[in-house]
Nanobody
C-alpha cells in the first residue's frame, strides 16, 4: 500500500491550501485515511480522518470549521482543504491509512500501518 501526499507550501495567515493524499488501490473497503501533522519539537498530532466507506469524518477541535477532509472515490484520493490558516498550523503534514480500525484508535498515529511522505505547510504571520 502506497500513499502519496502533496499540496504543501508557503501561505500567509488567513490563506488556504489543499493537501492531497493519493492511495494505491485497497483490497478492502472499510479503511480510514487520516491526516496528522508534526511541528518542530512537537509530537505528531491528529488533524482529521475519513472513513472511505460512508465518508464519516473526525477533526481535531482546533481545526473544526477551518479544515475539511473529503474523498474522491474515483481517483482514490483524500483531500484536506485548509482555510483560515494560522501560523500555529505550520507543520509537516502526513497522510496515513489502515483498515478495520476501531473508532477509539483513529486519532492515534501508532494505530496506522501505512504512511505517506510528509508535505510541509508553512504559514507566515
Amino acid at each position: 500500500v502506497q500513499l502519496q501526499a502533496s499540496g504543501g507550501g508557503l501561505v500567509q495567515a488567513g490563506g488556504s491550501l489543499r493537501l492531497s493524499c493519493t492511495t494505491s488501490a485497497f483490497t478492502f473497503n472499510d479503511y480510514v485515511v487520516g491526516w496528522f501533522r508534526q511541528a518542530p519539537g512537537k509530537e505528531r498530532e491528529f488533524v482529521a480522518a475519513i472513513r472511505w466507506n460512508g465518508g464519516n469524518t473526525m477533526y481535531l477541535d482546533s481545526v473544526k470549521g477551518r479544515f475539511t477532509i473529503s474523498r474522491d472515490t474515483a481517483k482514490n484520493t483524500v483531500y484536506l482543504q485548509m482555510n483560515g490558516l494560522k501560523p500555529e498550523d505550520t507543520a509537516v503534514y502526513y497522510c496515513a491509512a489502515d483498515w478495520n480500525m476501531v473508532q477509539s484508535t483513529i486519532r492515534t498515529s501508532r494505530a496506522y500501518d501505512y504512511w505517506g511522505q510528509g508535505t510541509l505547510v508553512t504559514v507566515s504571520s
